[in-house]
T-cell receptor
């Protein structure tokens, strides 16, 4: 089965600074890759997804992610973090006829 | 109204009790899932169903059972709850025939087993 690793449990950045959250996956075929965000006390919301084509995908709230097949990675980035971005972020990998697996999550703290 | 509705939202129960968490959806999706979320472990798949006649075990199905009563309803049962089943449970749906694979989540059901 596919699996996902998010190496960073917790990241703290200053407001206005850039952000990169790491995600590595393991899957035998071309994966469908996702980033979800969970604000405190809320369910998960999709930020962006990759299926095929352009390896740099744009999402909501100014986020983007880049698929690098050679590195089995799908890192999430944002040029300038806002205080409202403080949340937990989950990378996920799935396939059209398979279940979806999530990473353990990265908790983002934003310093004023 | 939410597209994916979970009930109850919060439940406190005692060890050995039977618990059912219910999920209903109005998105018309074929696929439904139950996940549990634990701090530091992310979301782990308990069961999933690709249609009414299809039920599949996920990563951590022991101690749980499910029922897909209709396309729109997918229930998770704990036959005899134990404290380590204390967690936040999420139901999710996705579209079998769509090309997105995106999961749509309910707001979660927080279960505490004493």
């Amino acid at each position: 089965a596919q699996s996902v690793t998010q190496p960073d449990i917790h990241i703290t950045v200053s407001e206005g600074a850039s952000l990169e959250l790491r995600c590595n996956y393991s899957y035998g075929a071309t994966p469908y890759l996702f980033w979800y965000v969970q604000s405190p006390g809320q369910g998960l919301q999709l930020l962006l997804k990759y299926f095929s084509g352009d390896t740099l995908v744009q999402g909501i709230k100014g986020f983007e992610a880049e698929f690098k097949r050679s590195q089995s990675s799908f890192n999430l980035r944002k040029p300038s973090v806002h205080w409202s971005d403080a949340a937990e972020y989950f990378c996920a990998v799935g396939a059209w006829n398979n279940d979806m697996r999530f990473g353990a999550g990265t908790r983002l703290t934003v310093k004023p | 109204d939410a597209d994916v509705t979970q009930t109850p939202r919060n439940r406190i129960t005692k060890t050995g009790k039977r618990i059912m968490l219910e999920c209903s959806q109005t998105k018309g999706h074929d696929r439904m899932y139950w996940y549990r979320q634990d701090p530091g472990l992310g979301l782990r798949l308990i069961y999933y169903s690709f249609d009414v006649k299809d039920i599949n075990k996920g990563e951590i199905s022991d101690g749980y059972s499910v029922s897909r009563q209709a396309q729109a309803k997918f229930s998770l049962s704990l036959e005899s709850a134990i404290p380590n089943q204390t967690a936040l449970y999420f139901c999710a749906t996705s579209d079998l025939w769509g090309n997105t694979g995106e999961l749509f989540f309910g707001e979660g059901s927080r279960l505490t087993v004493l």
